[in-house]
């Protein structure tokens, strides 16, 4: 685990306003002295005592930061507890990012059913999206007993949503999907009396705070963002299932 010397620098300064501290504050007294100071545009949704002594989360929608019991100082950065190798900074981007699996519009979806199907996942990509064909002709191909639902998140480009809707008016969606991502086989024209969820899943995603592809949801409500490998994969089935 590596950290840059500007990271080891702030944290140094802000932990060394932390030492000491006696009666702190309330986190209501931090949250009034900190929202003014980032500007008129910023609204702190939440000020949270980290487990070290001092040291106070700052949530502002998805993103966390950290600052002292003066609100003097400002991290951002990780914070790890290195006793555990927990990454608490992820933990919490993980807990206040969960979603309900079953609030998802699955017949919005493709669905891919492999072996038993007995593990779910939701995936949201785009048909231009680089990182997305190689999830799919690795990570996804080499798992097996998983249900997949692909939400097609046009986001990359207008020609995405033209893909997406071709894929989506064949008469095999599953199969046209991998045509393209796996082989690069595009899907006929559609007929222009064909309708496509792509502006209503465009919308979804808006919604979940996804801001790019690959966006894989789990059942438990949990995220990862971006491509994993399929060890990584089957480690996160495996702890969602425990």
């Known amino acids: 685990m590596r950290f840059s010397k500007s990271v080891l620098l702030s ?22 002295l900190i929202e003014p100071r980032l500007g008129v545009n910023v609204k702190v949704d939440s000020i949270t005592e980290t487990p070290y002594k001092g040291l106070y989360e700052v949530r502002i929608g998805t993103d966390i930061l950290y600052t002292d019991k003066t609100a003097t100082y400002l991290l951002n950065g990780q914070l790890f507890n290195i006793v ?13 990012t969960k979603i309900k ?46 249900t997949i639902y692909t939400f097609m998140y046009n986001i990359l480009s207008d020609d995405s949503f033209t893909k997406s809707k071709n894929i989506w008016c064949s008469a095999d969606r599953g199969k046209a999907w991998d045509d393209w991502m796996i ?35 789990f059942a438990d409500g949990s995220r990862i963002p971006g491509a994993i490998d399929t060890k990584a994969l089957e480690a996160k089935l495996k702890k969602v299932t425990q």
């Open 183 to 217: 082989n690069g086989k595009a899907a006929p024209a559609a007929a222009e009396s064909c309708d496509s969820p792509n502006d209503e899943v465009l919308a979804l995603g808006r919604k979940l705070g996804v801001s790019g592809t690959p966006a894989i949801f």
């Open 11 to 32: 944290l140094s300064v802000l932990m060394a306003s932390c030492v000491g501290a006696e009666n702190p504050p309330s986190t209501e007294a931090i949250k009034k």
């Open 101 to 146: 699996f079953s609030d998802l519009p699955l017949d919005k979806a493709i669905k891919t059913v492999k072996g038993d199907g007995s593990r779910v996942i939701a995936v949201f990509e785009d048909p231009n999206c680089g990182y997305c064909k190689r999830l799919r002709q690795t990570t996804l191909k080499e798992t097996d007993n998983v």
């Open 84 to 96: 555990t190798n927990t990454n608490l900074t992820r933990d919490r981007i993980d807990e206040i």
